[in-house]
């Protein structure tokens, strides 16, 4: 794990109750829809491979959604969505392990387990399809990466620099995201993905990940070599009331005619 200096304090306090948060009391295994695959058939049918999230709150948003996470995923599965994110943080997100299962099983795509997973038995607290490990946060990342494909799970490995990006691949990864987002002043740079895409092999899924708002910003991240988006605040519109969510992922889709 990477030094913790240059955290802003509010991702501290998501890592320190990462550390304190106990696993599953039992190994836990799942039958994977794939990710890989999904993008695909998203793409043959003419749409940007969007990975929606169902984020009810975070750190950076700005109010509360208590939407039931079931209504918001189909909503986003309408929209066009490839594959849907679910935050199970519940401290600083509002998550939970029960709204991933509720959503997995209301949907026909994949879902993404969205957390700080920092150990083995964290792993074994839901099954998911996919589940997100943060470069940066993981003491053996390899071993983490290798107990996740063990329960079944397709890993996502989070990186912000080539230098993560470098250790994601040492431990095997064949989905990486680039998170656009600084870990130290929480501000956004779609440059970041610009800047790490090149150094990507072409046999691993690359999703962009934080900062893509509009339209634009899809072709700008799909310019640079994205394979799929994930996207949260843009579709959930934390603090703008009752939004369309199928008509925001529509928008960022190009579904059915969208921008």
């Given at each position: 794990m990477n030094s913790e200096t240059e955290l802003a304090p509010a991702v501290a306090s998501i890592l320190e109750a990462a550390r304190e948060r106990s696993g599953g009391p039992e190994?836990?295994?799942?039958?994977?829809?794939?990710?890989?695959d999904a993008l695909e058939r998203a793409e043959a049918a003419g749409r940007d491979p969007v990975i929606a999230e169902v984020k009810p709150t975070s750190p950076t948003a700005?109010?509360?959604?208590?939407d039931d996470?079931?209504?918001?995923?189909?909503?986003?599965?309408?929209?066009?969505?490839?594959?849907?994110?679910?935050?199970?943080?519940p401290t600083h997100f509002g998550g939970s392990p029960e709204a991933l299962t509720r959503v997995r099983e209301a949907v026909?795509?994949?879902?993404?387990r969205k957390d700080f997973v920092l150990r083995e038995d964290q792993?074994?607290?839901?099954?998911a399809d996919l589940v997100l490990l943060i470069a940066r946060f993981v003491d053996d990342l390899a071993a983490l990466v290798d107990a996740a494909?063990?329960?079944?799970?397709?890993?996502l490995v989070e990186v912000h620099?080539?230098?993560?990006?470098?250790?994601?691949?040492?431990?095997?990864?064949?989905?990486?995201?680039?998170?656009?987002?600084?870990?130290?002043?929480?501000?956004v740079d779609l440059e970041t993905f610009e800047s790490v895409a090149p150094a990507v092999p072409d046999d691993?899924?690359?999703?962009?990940?934080?900062?893509?708002?509009?339209?634009?910003?899809?072709?700008?991240?799909?310019?640079?070599g994205a394979d799929a988006l994930l996207i949260g605040s843009a579709i959930m519109d934390h603090g703008e009331g009752e939004t369309d969510v199928a008509a925001n992922t529509r928008r960022l889709t190009g579904a059915n005619g969208g921008e």
């Open positions: 190994r836990v295994a799942a039958d994977a829809r794939s990710l890989p700005e109010g509360t959604r208590d996470p079931v209504a918001l995923a189909e909503a986003m599965v309408e929209g066009g969505a490839a594959a849907i994110s679910v935050l199970t943080e026909d795509v994949p879902v993404l792993l074994d607290v839901v099954e494909r063990e329960r079944g799970f397709q890993p620099d080539r230098a993560e990006l470098e250790t994601a691949l040492e431990a095997g990864a064949e989905i990486v995201g680039v998170n656009n987002r600084d870990l130290a002043r929480l501000e691993v899924t690359l999703i962009a990940e934080s900062g893509v708002s509009d339209p634009a910003d899809v072709r700008r991240m799909r310019e640079a």
